[in-house]
């Protein structure tokens, strides 16, 4: 079912539909993935690494991009056990990850973030860093 939202400054939408549509207006806009997309991007971000967002799944073209921006991937967690290396956990990142740049590829958070790039502002939020969000002022 269908809520109007219009009348409201402050609106809540969900997944790919609802980053497009934000996107679309032109919204301020808070990326919030509870699986942990969003945790594993502020605390990599927090041992001052970058992380760019790919929409899944990880392909020739995902290759590609991290090849051209000299970045890691993030592998899946399963792949990522058997063969080392950065995976969407937020406890693969250390400040050994200093300066460091990596793509990662989710369904969700990644494919969220590609379609709302061009929103004015745009946060990545979760419970590590709620407080810092609510504080942002984004002019």
Known sequence: MFYDQS????KLEWGQRGARAAA????????????????TVVTAVQHKATIYPYPSPVNEQAKAYAKGLGAEII???????????HSLSPLSFSSADYERDFVLCSTN???????????PALLVGCLLNA???????TG
Not at 7 to 10: E, G, K, M, R, V
Not at 27 to 38: N, Q
């Open 109 to 119: 958070g990644a494919a969220c973030i590609w379609l709302a790039a061009q929103v």
């Open 24 to 39: 679309e207006r032109g919204d301020i806009v808070v990326m919030v993935d509870v699986l942990s997309f969003s945790s």
């Open 7 to 10: 009348p409201y400054d402050i």
């Open 131 to 137: 407080s810092a969000v609510a504080e942002t002022e």
């Open 75 to 85: 592998r899946g967690r399963a792949e990522a056990l058997r063969a080392g290396g």
